[in-house]
Each structure stands twice: as structure tokens, then as C-alpha cells.
């Protein structure tokens, strides 16, 4: 009996992905021979803001659990994050923010993040999600960027106090005794909240804020639902670049709703219970989570407000997901936990994103985890989320173990040469893709917006990508020197630019190195000073604590006495990974 329902399940599942491929046919076009396809895709696209999303959703499925935190023991209906969301977006207005201000969240997976997010898009701000693991430096860098107006903030993240990392930036603020931040560094920075039952001086607590308003003031924030245009900007994330300063990327509500949308079309997640443990700050956590769970009426499920593999795994059973969210990284974790543990799992979907996935990843995935269906995406925070995604009904083995999924609906894609010209299907080249989903642009860098994103529409990834004449596609490697460990991206130049601010460094060149647990891992190749020559790798390692994020601290730390050159000078760092995999070997253990 088993054996003819799963016979009926196989034959159901290849006879939607024919006719998936031949709606495909009907609904796309190609140059004829060449890297040029241009998904159509079966539905319009809505013209809808996040607020009026929410609203929709909670009208309908209020009584649906929207998010669960199982750490802080807190579930959240869709008509509770409404109502929490209305009240701080009518607490930020009464603090003096207009539409379009930029509001800064720097906090873990906690169950306030979805609300404060919600709150900024109906309240017309402008969300800058900022990465929990920043430093002071990182953080100051970042507010000034975007002139962050006002900045909430979690009490504390991997035991240390967020409000002494807000103090190396404003130290003023801790002698002042009003609840407005006046700062000569900052100067547009008016406001910081904090999630905390502690009151911290020159600050404001988050429950202080939603209590402000008055139930007429509450109420009119539907009203200006109105007023916030789908074109507008909604989110600002923060993106590494080649010079490894981060780029604000702006996005529109537009863009991000549609993505969500197509991210639940394309992963099956309506009325799903997703185990999500990617950050919330990410675009795999923002967009392909939050915005991708909204628009499903399904339920975030949140282990931990840390990454944390036991947790997460003991949430997939508990909670009794459906839909696993990781990095490859992350599943590394979770398989290995699961031959240790050995828990009744009965997830259907695993979702994978944020780096590149071995095929014997996935399959012990399949096989470990009792998943029945992988689904890989690959995307970019400037696509607003996902490019190419696995479609519904997908059983080939070898395109699940070699590609990344099929093109997303309503866009274009090409893949070209250095001199812009289109190559045969098949050919490795830059991966270039246009449509809705592209960012508005860099927030305050004409050139590099340029750079990336030209008059004509198109965005270039900077990957360099095969396109298949069928629609799927696959990652041959990066145009530029990015290193994703763990699923964060990580640019050699900023850490280099660091690096040399220790007093015994004269010269530091970082390269990617494998790892069997996170993918890559950083290796800097360190020149030293002349007179500080008795430096020790832990010593310069001391030194990062604390100045840079902990996951742009080097793993490994070599100490060289020059370097391998070209003829004209520059740094030949294929021959440093050589060095690496001669003395470590070429599969590189955690």
C-alpha cells in the first residue's frame, strides 16, 4: 500500500513539473542560442506595501500563530504583531519621525524584531537591519552612512551590553538626563530605544514607546496606509563590497513583497510552521523568512535568540515543523546533531540559501534529517532575495545536486562576457538579472549604484554563472574575492585594511581556505614589523577582539617574511592558498 501511494506521489510530481516546464515554454523568451531568458510567469504581480500586507493577513488569519520564540517562551498571532506594530508605529511618529527617516534594528532573534519591522513599514520608515555582531566602529560607520534617526537596540547580545558599545560611540550620552541623544559625531541620530525592562540614560525603552500613543493615534495608522507608496523604499540591508566597506542597499516594499510572494510559490509554504535558523537581519531571515512566512499565513517557529544547533533541533520536533530555513553551514549542524540525538523528525521541506551546498550535503540532509524534499535558492540582498529557486515537483537528482534552482518568476536574466556581450547557453560568464526586484540603489553612493545597477535596468551580480537553456542555472565562482564562511559574507579587503592598524603588521593578505563545517574559512597571510618580530599569531587575534565582528576574525593567522608577486607587483593569492593547502591540506577539517 505504502509502496503504491508513493508510486502515485512520483507519478503526481513528475506530471506537474512537465507541465510546469511547458507553462514555462509558453511563458518565457531567449535569444536564440545565446544566455538570455526572460521568465514571464504565470501571475501579475501585486501592487501592495508590507503594512497593507499585514493588514490583509491579519484580517483574514488573525488567530494564526504568526511567530513562535521558544527561547523567550512568547507566540504571537498575525492579529497581536498587528496591533503590537500599530502601537510602536504611532509611538515612532509621536517621537518626531516622518516618513521616509531611516530606523536602525541591531538586535538577535528576539520576538520584538518582526514588530519593530512591521511598525517601520506602517509607519513609512525606512527599516536598516544592522547585523547584532557589529562592533562600535562597524555600527558608527553604518548610522552615518544612512543617518539613522533613530536606533533600537536589544539589551545585550553574546554577554555584551549593546549600551556600552553605544557609549564608544556617544560617550556623552551617559551624563545626560534627557531622553534625546545630542551628539556632534551623530547629529541626526535623535532617539535610542531600548528592549529592556532597565532604564539606560539619554535612552528610551521600547514598551515606553508603544505605551505613548492614544487609541486615536493607534487607530489612524491604517489610514496611512494609504499614504506609503509600494515604489518607496522600505528596507535598507547591509551589503559588503569590493573595497569591504558595507553598502546600503535600499529596497522597495514592491520588490520585497513580490519576492516573498515567489519565495512562497516557488518553497510551498502556505500554512506552513517554518524552523528558522538564519538571523533576522539577513535578507534569508527578513525577506525569504518574515516577508516569505506573511505572505503564507504560515508561522515562524525561532529556537533561540542565538544560533544555537541543540535548540534548533529540539524545535524542529517539538514545534513539529514542516519547513527547515538554513545555511549549508547550519545543516552540517543539524546532521550531526541528528546521528547524535536520533529525534522523531518529520520535517517535508528543507530550504537552503546563503552559500554554495555540497551535494553530499544534501543528500545526507535527505537521508539524516528524513526530509522529503530539498530546495536550494540562490540571490542576492540587492534582488531584494531570491534569483533561481527549485520548482514544485522537481525530482531530477543530478539538477538538485547541481544547480541552484530554476529562474524566478517575472524577471530577466543574461549571462555575459568582459566586453557585455551575451555567450552561449552553457558558458560560464557574468551572471546579470533584471526586474522588479532590483534595489532602488546604494543609499548615498551614486557610483557604486552605477556600478552595479545601470540605466538600462540591468544589475550585475558580480558571479560569475552558467545559464542552461532550460532555465536552471549554476554558481562557477565569484568575479569578486567575496569569502562566505558560514553563510556570512565577507569581503579580504576590509579585514586586510584592518589588519594592518596593529602595531606589528606591515602587510596582510586574507584568502579563503576550505572547511568541512562552514564552507571557507579565512586565512591572513601576516608580513611583520621589523621590530615587533616576536608577534605571535594569538596576539594579533587579541587585538580584533573587539574592533571587528567575531566572524571577520581570521581562523588561521600566518606569519611570512614576503610574499608571491607577479612580474608587475601584485600579490599572486592563488599561490598563498597553495601555501595553505600544503601545510593543512586540501580538505580542510573544523
Keep these: 500500500m505504502e509502496f503504491a501511494k508513493r508510486s502515485l506521489r512520483i507519478f503526481i510530481s513528475a506530471r506537474y ?7 514555462f515554454r509558453r511563458n518565457h523568451t531567449k535569444s536564440s542560442g545565446l544566455s538570455y531568458i526572460h521568465n514571464i510567469g504565470k501571475y501579475p504581480l501585486v501592487y501592495r506595501t508590507i503594512g497593507q500586507q499585514l493588514n490583509l493577513i491579519a484580517s483574514e488569519f488573525g488567530d494564526r500563530e504568526a511567530v513562535v520564540c521558544v527561547e523567550e517562551e512568547k507566540r504571537i498571532t498575525y492579529d497581536q504583531l498587528k496591533k503590537d506594530a500599530d502601537r510602536l508605529a504611532a509611538g515612532f511618529l509621536n517621537l518626531g519621525l516622518s516618513q521616509g527617516d531611516r530606523v536602525g534594528l541591531w538586535a538577535p532573534n528576539v520576538s520584538s524584531w518582526p514588530v519593530v519591522m512591521f511598525a517601520a513599514a506602517r509607519a513609512g520608515l525606512i527599516l536598516v537591519a544592522l547585523n547584532p555582531a557589529y562592533e562600535a566602529p562597524e555600527m558608527e560607520y553604518c548610522m552615518e552612512k544612512v543617518e539613522i534617526k533613530a536606533l533600537v537596540t536589544s539589551e545585550s547580545f553574546r554577554n555584551k551590553d549593546y549600551y556600552e558599545k553605544i557609549l564608544e560611540m556617544i560617550p556623552e550620552l551617559g551624563s545626560v ?5 545630542q551628539s556632534k559625531k551623530l547629529p541626526f541620530l535623535s532617539t535610542i530605544i531600548i528592549d529592556a525592562d532597565k532604564h539606560f540614560p539619554g535612552t528610551l525603552r521600547l514598551q515606553d514607546v508603544s505605551q505613548t500613543p492614544t487609541i486615536s493615534q493607534v487607530s489612524q495608522i491604517e489610514d496611512y496606509q494609504n499614504v506609503v507608496s509600494p515604489n518607496s523604499g522600505g528596507h535598507i540591508l547591509l551589503t559588503s563590497g569590493t573595497t569591504g566597506m558595507p ?3 535600499l529596497l ?9 510572494i515567489h519565495i512562497r510559490d516557488r518553497n510551498e509554504l502556505l500554512d506552513k510552521k517554518i524552523c528558522m535558523q ?4 539577513h535578507v534569508f531571515g527578513t525577506i525569504g523568512a518574515i516577508i516569505g512566512a506573511l505572505v503564507s499565513r504560515a508561522t515562524i517557529v525561532v529556537p533561540s535568540i542565538i544560533y544555537n544547533p541543540d535548540k534548533n533541533i529540539y524545535a524542529i520536533e517539538k514545534e513539529e515543523c514542516s519547513v527547515i530555513y538554513g545555511t549549508p553551514t547550519m545543516y552540517v549542524d543539524l546532521v550531526n546533531k541528528q546521528n547524535e540525538l536520533k529525534l522523531h523528525l518529520n520535517a517535508e521541506i528543507a530550504l537552503i540559501g546563503g552559500a554554495s551546498c555540497s551535494p553530499q550535503l544534501i543528500k545526507d540532509i535527505k537521508t539524516e534529517l528524513n526530509v522529503q524534499k530539498i530546495k536550494m535558492t540562490f540571490g542576492m540582498t540587492e534582488t531584494s532575495g531570491v534569483i533561481f529557486n527549485t520548482i514544485p515537483g522537481d525530482i531530477d537528482e543530478e539538477r ?4 541552484v534552482g530554476f529562474i524566478q518568476d517575472s524577471i530577466e536574466a543574461k549571462v555575459i562576457d568582459k566586453e557585455g556581450q551575451l555567450v552561449p547557453f552553457g558558458t560560464p560568464g557574468e551572471l546579470c538579472v533584471r526586474g522588479y526586484f532590483t534595489m532602488i540603489g546604494y543609499w548615498g553612493d551614486e557610483q557604486k549604484t552605477r556600478e552595479t545597477l545601470g540605466t538600462d535596468g540591468w544589475l550585475r551580480t558580480g558571479d560569475q554563472f552558467v545559464l542552461q537553456a532550460d532555465g536552471y542555472g549554476r554558481v562557477v565562482g565569484r568575479l569578486k574575492e567575496m569569502i562566505i564562511r558560514g553563510g556570512e559574507n565577507i569581503f579580504p579587503k576590509e579585514i586586510e585594511n584592518f589588519l594592518v592598524t596593529c602595531p606589528s603588521v606591515a602587510e596582510a593578505y586574507v584568502v579563503g581556505v576550505p572547511d568541512e563545517r562552514l564552507g571557507e574559512e579565512m586565512c591572513a597571510f601576516v608580513r611583520l614589523k621589523t621590530d615587533h618580530q616576536d608577534c605571535s599569531p594569538q596576539q594579533i587575534k587579541d587585538f580584533c577582539q573587539g574592533k571587528i565582528s567575531y566572524f571577520k576574525i581570521p581562523r588561521y593567522i600566518e606569519i611570512v617574511t614576503e610574499f608571491p608577486k607577479t612580474v608587475s607587483g601584485k600579490i599572486q593569492k592563488f599561490r598563498l592558498q597553495e601555501q595553505f593547502t600544503k601545510k593543512y591540506g586540501s580538505n580542510n577539517l573544523s
Design 177 to 181: 538626563t534627557a531622553e534625546r541623544v
Design 247 to 249: 553598502k546600503a542597499a
Design 278 to 281: 538564519v538571523p533576522f537581519f
Design 252 to 260: 522597495s516594499h514592491f520588490g520585497i513583497l513580490n519576492n516573498g
Design 17 to 23: 513539473l512537465k507541465f510546469r516546464r511547458n507553462e
Design 400 to 403: 538538485m545536486l547541481h544547480t
